[in-house]
């Protein structure tokens, strides 16, 4: 799909979300980063003790608390996923593209909310990075970002996800909600992830293809490895061939839920082939009834 069309699905489809979506279900779907303080006010019973804040009761000479709020504003983070495996897809359905459809309803949910919102990418040729943050502008940039992305030639040690991960702890200087948008062919997942975790809340979005839960009949065709361009013929007409591939595909899906599972990181997949706001739609509502986890 060229740029200029998949923009104007972009906003065909965000327009149509955001109709569907509630400010109140993306706002209660995730929690402030932390919570401020308001004021001291004088103890009350059934409040707790901890929350005492001794100087002030010694300077009144009655028990004094201090008061908190949730901070609402949010920092959002669109960490996306640009290697060569992301280009892969039908014609009509490659992951990019649906990387850009979710990435573009994700900023103007968040801006909707008064958040604020970057994007930084990993995998390409170069790493791009965008700062959270609110200005006006900021959802083109991203959006351009998303839709003029092109498949790397060759891999690049520096725009790998833990080298990124390292990245984003050194210039992320507030806790932040961070998107991971990706098929998850990724060698170094566990040991990146992990590093965010111990500073931000992550949800891993990841993004399927169709073939990947049946191939379709073809009989003799060729595929690539879209990170290595390694070719190889492949007989679809075969039943043990297809029921192999399959079952490489539930172990993948498998490992990935156990490091999911492990990093204490909520999940939402989505096929490329499906329209991908109901889905979102969906995750925020699930999200709000505080249950985390959703695989679509």
């Known amino acids: 799909m060229n740029n200029q069309s998949l923009v104007r699905r972009l906003r065909f489809t965000t327009r149509r979300t955001m109709q569907e979506l509630s400010l109140g279900q993306y706002r209660s779907a995730f929690r402030g980063r932390g919570m401020e303080f308001e004021e001291v006010r004088e103890y009350l019973p059934g409040d707790d003790v901890r929350a005492i804040d001794w100087k002030v009761t010694a300077r009144t000479g009655k028990p004094q608390i201090k008061v908190f709020r949730e901070e609402r504003e949010l920092s959002v ?6 290697s060569p495996s992301t280009f892969s897809g039908t014609k009509d359905h490659l992951r990019a593209d649906c990387v850009a459809e979710i990435g ?17 990418s990993f995998g390409g040729e170069k790493r791009s990075y965008l700062p959270p943050k609110k200005a006006r502008n900021i959802s083109w940039q991203i959006i351009k ?13 520096e725009t790998s996800f833990s080298q990124t991960c390292d990245f ?7 806790r932040s909600l961070i998107f991971i948008l990706s098929d998850f062919l990724i060698d170094d997942l566990e040991r990146g992830i992990s590093k965010l975790t111990n500073k931000h809340e992550i949800i891993a979005v990841r ?26 013929l492949l ?8 029921q192999q591939f399959y079952a490489e595909q539930q172990t993948l899906t498998a490992k990935l839920s156990k ?3 492990k990093c204490k990181t909520d999940t939402l997949t989505i096929n490329s ?17 505080h249950k985390h986890h959703y695989a679509g």
């Open 77 to 82: 983070l669109l960490l996306v996923d640009q």
């Open 104 to 120: 573009s309803i994700l900023t103007f949910a968040a801006l909707q909310s008064n958040d604020r919102v970057g994007l930084c």
């Open 145 to 157: 970002s998303l839709t003029q992305a092109v498949r790397p030639r060759k891999a690049n040690p």
């Open 168 to 174: 984003l702890n050194l210039v992320l200087k507030r």
């Open 207 to 232: 993004i399927t293809d169709p073939s990947e839960l049946a191939l379709p009949n073809l009989g003799l065709i060729e595929i690539e490895d879209p990170e290595t361009g390694l070719r190889q």
């Open 235 to 242: 007989d679809t007409s075969d039943r043990a061939v297809c």
């Open 259 to 261: 490091i999911f599972l």
């Open 273 to 289: 082939s499906r329209p991908v706001g109901p889905e979102l739609v969906k995750f925020f509502k699930l999200r709000s009834q």
